[in-house]
C-alpha cells in the first residue's frame, strides 16, 4: 500500500506561481512513474505532468512551457512548478504514483487532491 500526500495549493492571481509538493510512503519499489492530474467542476479529471523514474516526463499541451515537474527519490516526492498561472488552471490538483508490483501487476495510488484557485 502506498499513501500520497499532497500539499501547496492556494488562491493566487493569474501570472503568479505556486510549487506543489507529493510525499509518498509505504510500498515504494524503485521503478515508477509520479505525476500531477487535476480536475475542474464539471470537468473530467485531466493529465498535467508525469515524471518517470528514469526521468522522462510528459506534459499537456495547455500546461507546456509555464509548468514543470521533477522528482526527489531520497524523499519520494514530486513537484510540480506552476508558473504563469491562468484562471484556467484552477482545479483540484491530484498526485498520482503508478508502479509495477511483484505480486499485485500495475498499481497506481491516488492523493486527495490540493486546490488551485487563480482568480484576480
Known amino acids: 500500500q502506498v499513501h500520497l500526500a499532497e500539499s501547496g495549493g492556494g488562491l493566487v492571481q493569474p501570472g503568479e506561481s505556486l510549487r506543489l509538493s507529493c510525499t509518498a510512503s509505504g510500498r515504494i519499489f524503485g521503478w515508477n512513474t509520479m505525476g500531477w492530474y487535476r480536475q475542474a467542476p464539471g470537468n473530467e479529471r485531466e493529465l498535467v505532468a508525469t515524471i518517470t523514474s528514469q526521468l522522462a516526463t510528459t506534459y499537456a499541451d495547455s500546461v507546456k512551457g509555464r509548468f514543470t515537474i521533477s522528482r526527489d527519490d531520497d524523499k519520494n516526492t514530486v513537484f510540480l512548478q506552476m508558473d504563469n498561472l491562468a484562471p484556467d488552471d484552477t482545479a483540484v490538483y491530484v498526485c498520482?504514483?503508478?508502479?509495477?508490483?511483484?505480486?499485485?501487476?500495475?498499481?497506481?495510488?491516488w492523493g486527495l487532491g490540493t486546490q488551485v484557485t487563480v482568480s484576480s
Open positions: 498520482n504514483l503508478g508502479q509495477v508490483e511483484p505480486q499485485n501487476g500495475v498499481q497506481h495510488y
